[in-house]
């Protein structure tokens, strides 16, 4: 099982980034696929939450409006849009797959992208 993000970096204020998580190794359609952040002395928050099956979709109260999770099932590939970002965003991102879903249990986890954003 591998989940590769990719599409981190530096970011100003209201600035967007788009990140991507590519996935293989188990049935895309099987899992919700989801995007967790930790800042640094933190706890780990889940950001986003997609299955791809049935359409399901949750986000976190700080980024609705701000963040869109979309899938390519074809690709086995999550994204995250992030517009409007604010420096409280700056953290490393984790895609996450789950059997489940994804607050409840995450079966998987990828290696995270950082994510920096200036004032």
């Known amino acids: 099982v591998q989940l590769v993000e990719s599409g981190g970096g530096l970011a100003q204020a209201g600035g967007s980034l788009r990140l991507s998580c590519k996935t293989s190794g188990f049935i895309f359609d099987d899992y919700a696929i989801g995007w967790f952040r930790q800042a640094p002395g933190l706890n780990r928050e889940e950001v986003a939450c997609l299955r791809s099956s049935d359409g399901s979709i949750e986000y976190d109260g700080s980024v609705r409006g701000r963040f869109t999770i979309s899938s390519d099932s074809a690709e086995n590939t999550v994204y995250l849009q992030m517009n409007n970002l604010e420096p409280w965003d700056t953290a490393t991102y984790y895609c996450?797959?789950?059997?489940?879903?994804?607050?409840?249990?995450?079966?998987?986890w990828g290696q995270g992208t950082q994510v920096t954003v200036s004032s």
């Open positions: 996450t797959a789950s059997s489940q879903w994804c607050r409840k249990q995450v079966d998987y």
